[in-house]
């Protein structure tokens, strides 16, 4: 069962939140640069303080290998980690911009 604590929890994050969008709320949010730029602005500050949480010489958070993909990039960062901050941003602003438009 490796992979599948956090790695499957993690990929279905992703796929419900990418059919949310193509389904049901059809914002439009995945063609807008300022989306893209929010994202990277995201992740300017996952990688460092994420980095700094799970460095495999001092861990402050430790996953349990197991259950994890073993990827990790850069600074040791689980794959999952950004795969769970995408879910978790991106389903903000989608709700945030359905209601905007539904107002």
């Known amino acids: ?4 604590g956090y ?4 990929v279905v994050a992703v796929a419900a939140v990418c059919a949310l969008e193509f389904a049901v709320l059809r914002t439009g949010l995945f063609r807008r640069p300022a989306y893209w730029l929010s994202m990277a602005i995201v992740l300017g500050f ?5 980095g700094w949480l ?3 010489s001092a861990p402050i958070v430790i996953y349990d290998e197991r259950h994890t993909s073993g990827l990790r990039f850069p600074f040791d960062i689980p794959l999952e980690d950004f ?9 903000v602003l ?9 107002r």
């Open 94 to 102: 989608l709700l945030w911009e359905h209601q905007r438009a539904n």
């Open 83 to 91: 795969l769970f901050g995408f879910a978790l941003v991106t389903t």
């Open 54 to 56: 799970t460095k495999r």
């Open 1 to 4: 069962m490796s992979g599948l």
């Open 46 to 50: 996952q990688v460092p303080v994420d």
């Open 7 to 10: 790695t499957l929890p993690a």
